[in-house]
């Protein structure tokens, strides 16, 4: 990596890029990371995306990423929210590993991104909805409790819950 990169990351790391935190229809430093990851979920939904927003947060509790479903868009199944600001985290910390940082969803996490989020050292998941479909936390495979799960984050559910639920409802109602 030349010097130049070197600094501009140090920098990032610092005062967080504002490429990275580029607002949308909303302003991520005025909100909670809930409320972020459920601004994520909204306009995920207006896109046509399955409305399901994440951020990951620092120790310090700086945003590090934050995304919406980008599944259709980008044609790529595995472009879940929670994959996408893991991917990002990682990207801005030179890290494939966040053991100091915490991973908020509107959604239960499925198999996948339970999966991801356990290779990812996360050290705790708060979320939302629970998904009794498709999610593999405390439904399914519930997977961090499973002997083959090496890192299980601390697990806290429900948080914001009315409003990721609304969300993904009047999505699918919309659908119908
Ligand atoms: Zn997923």
Redesign the pocket.
């Known amino acids: 990596m030349t010097k130049a990169k070197l600094a501009d990351r140090q920098v990032s790391g610092k005062k967080h890029s504002s490429k990275e935190l580029t607002p949308k229809a909303f302003s991520p430093k005025a909100l909670s990371p809930m409320e972020l990851a459920l601004a994520e979920a909204q306009d995920a939904g207006n896109r046509g995306e399955v409305p399901v927003g994440a951020c990951v947060v620092s120790a310090s509790g700086e945003v590090l990423a934050h995304a919406g479903n980008r599944t259709v868009e980008l044609r790529d199944p595995c472009a879940?929210a929670?994959?996408l600001a893991i991917r990002e985290a990682c990207a801005h910390l030179g890290s494939e590993r966040l053991t100091t940082c915490d991973l908020y969803v509107t959604l239960e996490?499925?198999a996948?991104?339970a999966g991801a989020i356990s290779f990812a050292r996360l050290r705790r998941l708060y979320f939302g909805a629970g998904d009794p479909k498709g999610g593999a936390v405390e439904h399914g495979p519930r997977f961090f409790r499973q002997p083959t799960c090496h890192h299980a984050p601390d697990v806290y559910g429900g948080i914001g819950e009315t409003k990721a639920a609304a969300l993904l409802k009047a999505f699918f109602a919309a659908r119908r």
């Open positions: 879940h929670e994959m996490p499925c996948m991104c």
